[in-house]
């Protein structure tokens, strides 16, 4: 019966460590700012998007300091607090955790983000003041469902990761970077030339310092954290199986033995 039981709690422990690697986890770094959007510049931030479920992504925007919170500095329409791809118009779902946040989702269409292009959807911020006075601290907290619709993964699926590194994007609904796209000058009114928003830009968000300095920032890689650290309660959960395991093997050699 002992044997039985610690066989049922090892097989747990099994079942709770498998559960905690089943959800694949990416990482992009925002380490663009909008003054040279070529050049990487260091993190100022980073998105984690965990598979939470088939049609489920859970996202984490972090900011690190010295910038503080997301702003809509409202400079005519190419800028939003935050803004990203999908693939088509999914569920979001915003959550404001942080006292202060009034974070909300912005809707599926077009929305602009100087200078890193036309993005599918936008997180509004900052309980629809303009300027860089008002501002939601960080972090930000969302996800994207796809019920019933054929599910839906960060990079789509038969993604490919080289060395960790996402390299090409799967089949499938998914979240997807920018294209490049000309902007006319003069706030879209034409009066001759245009600026060139370059392509691969997974997400764009325009934030504050503790100065009060405003930009915008990006994301271009994205990379994969294979696996889960065991939580707490898993470790435990482990521990408590492995010691048993131990006793029942050495019960059996006494057993043997005598």
């Given at each position: 019966m002992?044997?039985h039981?610690?066989?049922g709690?090892?097989?747990?422990a099994?079942?709770?460590?498998?559960?905690?690697?089943?959800?694949?986890t990416?990482?992009?770094?925002?380490?663009?700012?909008?003054?040279?959007?070529?050049?990487?510049v260091?993190p100022?931030?980073?998105?984690t998007?965990?598979e939470?479920?088939?049609?489920?992504v859970?996202v984490?925007?972090?900011l690190?300091?010295?910038?503080?919170?997301?702003?809509?500095?409202?400079?005519?329409?190419?800028?939003?607090?935050?803004?990203?791809?999908?693939t088509?118009?999914?569920?979001?779902?915003?959550?404001?955790?942080?006292?202060?946040?009034?974070?909300?989702?912005?809707?599926y269409?077009?929305?602009?983000?100087?200078?890193?292009?036309?993005?599918?959807?936008?997180?509004?911020?900052?309980?629809?003041?303009?300027?860089?006075?008002?501002y939601?601290?960080?972090?930000?907290?969302?996800?994207?469902?796809?019920?019933?619709?054929?599910?839906?993964?960060f990079?789509?699926?038969?993604?490919?990761?080289?060395?960790?590194?996402?390299?090409?994007?799967?089949?499938?609904?998914s979240?997807?970077?920018?294209?490049?796209?000309?902007?006319?000058?003069?706030?879209?009114?034409?009066?001759g030339?245009?600026?060139?928003?370059?392509?691969?830009?997974?997400?764009?968000?325009?934030?504050?310092t503790?100065?009060?300095?405003?930009?915008?920032?990006?994301?271009?890689?994205?990379?994969v954290?294979t696996g889960?650290?065991p939580?707490?309660?898993?470790?435990a959960?482990?521990?408590?199986?492995?010691?048993g395991?131990?006793?029942?093997?050495?019960?059996?050699?006494?057993?043997?033995?005598?």
């Amino acid at each position: 019966m002992f044997k039985h039981l610690v066989s049922g709690v090892v097989g747990a422990a099994a079942l709770a460590i498998a559960g905690s690697a089943s959800a694949a986890t990416y990482v992009s770094y925002l380490e663009y700012k909008n003054d040279a959007p070529f050049t990487k510049v260091a993190p100022l931030g980073k998105v984690t998007l965990t598979e939470i479920s088939p049609d489920t992504v859970d996202v984490v925007v972090t900011l690190f300091a010295p910038q503080v919170g997301f702003v809509n500095t409202g400079n005519g329409s190419n800028k939003a607090p935050f803004t990203f791809n999908l693939t088509g118009d999914f569920e979001v779902t915003v959550f404001n955790e942080v006292a202060g946040q009034q974070f909300v989702d912005g809707g599926y269409g077009a929305f602009q983000n100087n200078n890193f292009g036309i993005y599918t959807n936008k997180i509004g911020c900052c309980g629809g003041v303009q300027g860089g006075g008002a501002y939601d601290p960080t972090d930000l907290h969302f996800r994207v469902t796809n019920l019933g619709a054929g599910g839906l993964t960060f990079a789509g699926v038969g993604a490919t990761i080289v060395d960790g590194k996402l390299t090409a994007m799967g089949t499938g609904p998914s979240f997807t970077s920018t294209s490049e796209v000309t902007v006319p000058n003069g706030n879209g009114r034409g009066n001759g030339g245009g600026t060139v928003h370059p392509a691969g830009f997974w997400f764009s968000a325009d934030v504050v310092t503790s100065t009060g300095a405003t930009f915008n920032i990006a994301a271009r890689d994205a990379f994969v954290q294979t696996g889960a650290i065991p939580e707490p309660g898993t470790w435990a959960l482990m521990i408590l199986g492995f010691g048993g395991a131990g006793a029942v093997l050495r019960r059996q050699r006494r057993l043997a033995l005598a």
